[in-house]
């Protein structure tokens, strides 16, 4: 019988990607993560001797705890917060069950910019539409949950890039940016690990919106749509990703779950 502080891959897996996903945090010591550098999406890393600072980063959130093989470091971990009143559960298996599960997607640690004051820092055009919609989405939900992004005019993205240690995207010489028919949502996926069917589905409608191929992906014409009347909603940028981020949740549930779901009229033809 599983214990019930535990979550396996296949149950995590379910998690990720959604706004319901809790905080991952990856105590693999030094040696083991060196050995294998690769992230489960989201997570991030903390010392296991670390558990006041960890306490004082979950601020109450749930959480899962990883190590590379689920054993005392996760375990002894989850109890300790389990201790002091917070929700968490260690993956069974811990990292290397994640490894070979079938599907599971692995960030490379050497993809990550550094961070800066604690999280990483994006910059690019402002008045965002699509890619510069669903791209911080994707951050967001699958690389670092707590990622800031920065809209400024285009002809700034780069100084502002350099200046203030931030990451360009979707921006003419940034390298995660169009490459041929390809849009930056594509990029992110390539550079990320990210590539499954849900998300691979996804891109096919970003990138019909975002260049204008609506013949392409059917789903297109209704998110460049959507995307222009946020963007007339909303005079801020940062209010417009905010709100805009739950088109992304939406669609990348269909995309997961309900891509061969069809719509008719009750009791009639569908």
Request: glycine share 8%; hydrophobic share 40%; net charge negative.
């Amino acid at each position: 019988m599983a214990a019930p502080n535990a979550i396996t891959t296949a149950q995590l897996l379910r998690l990720i990607g959604t706004p319901e996903c809790p905080v991952i945090v990856d105590i693999s010591i030094d040696p083991d993560f060196a050995e294998d550098p690769f992230f489960i999406p989201g997570a991030f890393r903390h010392p296991h001797t670390d558990i006041p600072g960890l306490i004082t980063l979950l601020d109450g959130r749930p959480s899962v705890v990883t190590c590379q093989q689920g054993i005392k470091l996760s375990q002894g971990l989850t109890a300790q917060l389990r201790v002091a009143g917070l929700r968490s559960e260690y993956l069974v298996g811990g990292n290397y069950a994640w490894r070979d599960h079938k599907g599971a997607p692995r960030v490379p640690a050497s993809a990550l910019p550094d961070p800066v004051d604690g999280t990483t820092l994006w910059v690019t055009r402002h008045r965002p539409r699509v890619d510069r919609i669903a791209c911080p989405w994707l951050i967001r939900r699958f690389v670092d949950p707590t990622a800031r992004f920065l809209y400024v005019s285009p002809a700034e993205v780069m100084g502002v890039a350099d200046r203030f240690g931030a990451t360009p995207f979707d921006i003419e010489g940034a390298t995660l940016s169009h490459l041929g028919d390809k849009c930056t949502f594509d990029a992110m996926l390539d550079a990320f690990g990210l590539h499954t069917e849900a998300l691979d589905r996804l891109a096919g409608v970003v990138r019909a919106a975002d260049t204008d191929t609506h013949a392409a992906a059917p789903q297109a014409a209704g998110l460049l749509a959507l995307s222009v009347g946020l963007s007339r909603q909303y005079r801020d940028d940062n209010a417009q990703l905010e709100a805009g981020l739950a088109i992304y949740d939406a669609l990348y549930r269909w995309a997961r779950d309900g891509a061969d779901e069809v719509h008719g009229t009750p009791g009639g033809p569908l």
